[in-house]
């Protein structure tokens, strides 16, 4: 047994008296966010969950700022070239990891040929695709070291795309195009995510990672921004149990959550005032159907299925009217492109029931011989109401829905690994202000195309669309949603996003916008 003097003890005493004071001077941010991430490797993430943390701890070429506006983050400057093919980006000066080491070149190339290697297996890949050589590279025909970037000296960062991309800058903030420390992940290899190991170029640090508890970033002195990060600690806490996490809100344990339950939304608004944010969101709420699996690769039966779900009702009464019924994937707000609703949007709710009984009595289902299917969600007061209110629309056409919930995680990890199910919740937030973010999600062997959905002409569509002048590109991106979604239902678009989310006031600088961003250090709190 160790012998302590009182002169140690003193001292002990001492130590742990300085460290509370010093905890209690730290600006401490408890963030509400709906799920734990199934993963912080940038490279390996898909959801919204996932990019708030990332946005704190990494810093991609480019970045959003508190209003949602482009601007230069791990890059000082860029040029493009006339034919706006290569863009060259000059890193910023003196720009460090969080261990202290330079960020370089080296790195983004490293980590861009890892995004496409098919073994990192990563699921957005594809969003490389206006690179030169990335497609190729994701489907195994050409090597990682061919894909069209390179560093020109350790500053400067270069990469040909294949054709002019309008929305190349925009597509820079995703977590996916972040660069990790080609250093840090050779020494730890798959445990370089972890607490301890985690090198990042963000604002914060891992500290860390209590699965279903909460994960904590700490400010990261090395940041080129450093002194103006007002927040020093960030507690990002899992909470899909959105009444409870109200109740953690008014009880000052949390300073934000990004969702509500939709049903209490009269009760929240009389309660905490403009605290609840409320405001368009640029993203789609949407099912989707194994289409390789029968009887749900039949396409008349998906669209009996599609039509027969009240729209209005899940917008009104469901979502409170926080949610805009849909008819097409990609939502209003993209300037320039012309959306392509199925064609039963037009028709009152009476006149689409009666068509989808009639289309599933000629498929043989009806109240004598029920077609079942289950419905797979995760988990949410607002996505298990949904899904009873759909139960409930279907059973009338002799529909016998059952409901699986599984958490967050699991779910998207479901069907991610195309797992065998009959028709699942998903949800697309807008990575980039443009209808090819959403489109992509059909094209054929794309990580995020949960349904399996393949069809060679959409395939063509979007090639084409990829190559040509803006104008050109918007109307054969319309044509292709057409095909797609209207008329094979890849996807089936149920409502618009809003955001509902509730801020507290003691938060500073959180500026709603229609891409729901609010990097941590862009903000403060009194």
């Given amino acids: 047994?160790?012998?302590?003097?009182?002169?140690?003890?003193?001292?002990?005493?001492?130590?742990?008296?300085?460290?509370?004071?010093?905890?209690?001077?730290?600006?401490?941010?408890?963030?509400?966010?709906?799920?734990?991430?199934?993963?912080?490797?940038?490279?390996?993430?898909?959801?919204?969950?996932?990019?708030?943390?990332?946005?704190?701890?990494?810093?991609?070429?480019?970045?959003?700022?508190?209003?949602?506006?482009?601007?230069?983050?791990?890059?000082?400057?860029?040029?493009?070239?006339?034919?706006?093919?290569?863009?060259?980006?000059?890193?910023?000066?003196?720009?460090?990891?969080s261990d202290g080491t330079p960020v370089t070149a080296q790195d983004f190339v490293f980590s861009w040929q890892r995004l496409v290697d098919p073994a990192t297996a990563a699921e957005y890949a594809y969003l490389l695709s206006p690179v030169v050589n990335a497609d190729?590279?994701?489907?195994?025909?050409?090597?990682?070291?061919?894909?069209?970037?390179?560093?020109?000296?350790?500053?400067t960062f270069e990469v040909t795309l294949n054709s002019a991309t309008p929305y190349f800058l925009e597509m820079l903030t995703h977590q996916s195009t972040y660069a990790v420390s080609k250093a840090n992940v050779e020494?730890?290899?798959?445990?370089?995510?972890?607490?301890?190991?985690?090198?990042?170029?963000?604002?914060?640090?891992?500290?860390?990672?209590?699965?279903?508890?909460?994960?904590?970033?700490?400010?990261?002195?090395?940041?080129?921004?450093?002194?103006?990060v007002k927040i020093d600690v960030v507690n990002y806490i899992p909470t899909e149990d959105r009444s409870t996490a109200m109740k953690r809100y008014e009880a000052g344990e949390l300073d934000s959550n990004d969702d509500i339950p939709t049903e209490q939304l009269a009760d929240?608004?009389?309660?905490?005032?403009?605290?609840?944010?409320?405001?368009?969101?640029?993203?789609?709420?949407?099912?989707?159907?194994?289409?390789?699996?029968?009887?749900?690769?039949?396409?008349?039966?998906r669209h009996a299925v599609s039509e027969a779900i009240d729209r209005d009702y899940l917008a009104e009464k469901v979502w409170q009217n926080t949610m805009i019924p849909a008819y097409s994937f990609v939502p209003p707000g993209i300037g320039g492109y012309e959306a392509r609703p199925t064609e039963y949007a037009e028709k009152s709710q009476l006149d689409r029931e009666d068509e989808a009984k009639k289309v599933l009595a000629e498929l043989g289902y009806g109240p004598d011989k029920p077609l079942k299917m289950e419905i797979r969600y995760n988990t949410s007061e607002n996505h298990k109401?949904?899904?009873?209110?759909?139960?409930?629309?279907?059973?009338?056409?002799?529909?016998?829905?059952?409901?699986?919930n599984t958490d967050t995680k699991t779910h998207y990890g479901f069907l991610e690994q195309k797992g065998n199910y009959d028709i699942a919740r998903a949800g697309w937030i807008a990575d980039y202000k443009d209808p090819a973010n959403f489109l992509d999600l059909c094209k054929t062997g794309t990580g995020n195309n949960y349904g399996v959905y393949?069809?060679?002409?959409?395939?063509?569509?979007?090639?084409?669309?990829?190559?040509?002048?803006?104008?050109?590109?918007?109307?054969?991106?319309?044509?292709?949603?057409?095909?797609?979604?209207?008329?094979?239902?890849?996807?089936?678009?149920?409502?618009?996003?809003?955001?509902?989310?509730?801020?507290?006031?003691?938060?500073?600088?959180?500026e709603d916008n229609v891409m729901d961003v609010h990097p941590t250090r862009f903000l403060s709190k009194e």
């Fill in 1 to 97: 047994m160790k012998h302590y003097t009182m002169k140690s003890l003193m001292a002990g005493a001492a130590i742990l008296a300085l460290t509370a004071g010093n905890a209690f001077a730290d600006v401490v941010f408890n963030r509400g966010n709906s799920a734990d991430p199934e993963s912080l490797d940038p490279h390996k993430t898909s959801t919204v969950y996932e990019a708030n943390i990332l946005r704190d701890l990494f810093m991609g070429l480019m970045i959003h700022n508190a209003k949602a506006e482009l601007e230069p983050g791990a890059a000082e400057s860029y040029t493009v070239s006339e034919d706006g093919k290569v863009y060259t980006f000059k890193l910023r000066a003196g720009a460090k990891w």
């Fill in 136 to 155: 190729a590279i994701t489907k195994g025909e050409k090597k990682p070291a061919e894909l069209g970037v390179k560093a020109i000296d350790d500053a």
């Fill in 187 to 228: 020494k730890f290899g798959a445990d370089f995510i972890k607490p301890g190991n985690l090198v990042s170029n963000g604002a914060y640090i891992l500290a860390e990672f209590v699965p279903n508890d909460h994960i904590k970033a700490v400010k990261n002195p090395n940041f080129y921004d450093a002194a103006n």
């Fill in 268 to 301: 929240l608004k009389a309660k905490f005032g403009d605290q609840v944010r409320l405001g368009p969101y640029l993203g789609t709420y949407y099912y989707v159907f194994k289409t390789d699996k029968a009887p749900w690769d039949n396409v008349k039966l």
């Fill in 385 to 404: 109401n949904t899904a009873v209110a759909i139960q409930e629309q279907l059973k009338p056409l002799g529909i016998e829905v059952s409901l699986i």
């Fill in 454 to 510: 393949s069809n060679a002409d959409y395939d063509k569509l979007l090639a084409e669309a990829a190559a040509a002048s803006a104008e050109q590109r918007m109307k054969l991106l319309s044509d292709a949603e057409a095909m797609g979604v209207a008329r094979d239902l890849c996807v089936v678009p149920l409502l618009f996003y809003g955001f509902h989310t509730v801020v507290s006031p003691k938060l500073k600088g959180w």
